[in-house]
């Protein structure tokens, strides 16, 4: 089943993309970000109160809630600079390359949580990296 949702996750990651360079064309990419944020904001805490026990939220502990504390921080940080890059690139370039995620998750996965690095994520990943060479230079 996580393969319906990570192929739907790219879907919709690609509609952002095309989204959001027409949304920048004529407004500061940090304003668009901040427009963006507040929209997922409504989206995602609708969502929590239709499906998610209001108790639970009291039952996370400060380890978690400081990670995704430190994730949001993260997720913040990587739209503002992928708007930005939207806005002054073109987003059949900017979306494959900020793909390069995938392979920093790689090395972090392995070095951080001892994820295996099997020879097929290794290839998978060096395909990754040698496409967004090809696309930056």
Excluded at 75 to 93: I, N, P
């Amino acid at each position: 089943m996580w393969q319906v949702y990570a192929i739907l996750a790219a879907i919709f990651a690609s509609l952002t993309a095309i989204f959001a360079k027409i949304g920048v064309s004529n407004v500061n990419s940090h304003l668009a970000t901040a427009i963006r944020t507040v929209i997922i904001l409504f989206i995602t805490w609708g969502i929590v109160f239709a499906t998610v026990p209001l108790k639970e939220v009291k039952d996370i502990s400060q380890k978690c809630m400081i990670f995704l504390v430190l994730s949001g921080c993260a997720t913040g940080l990587s739209w503002l600079f992928y708007f930005k890059a939207l806005q002054v690139g073109e987003a059949s370039k900017v979306a494959p390359v900020d793909k390069l995620s995938v392979v920093f998750t790689i090395i972090l996965a392995f070095a951080f949580l001892g994820e295996p690095l099997t020879a097929k994520v290794v290839i998978g990943g060096l395909l990754i990296l040698a496409g967004s060479l090809v696309l930056i230079f």
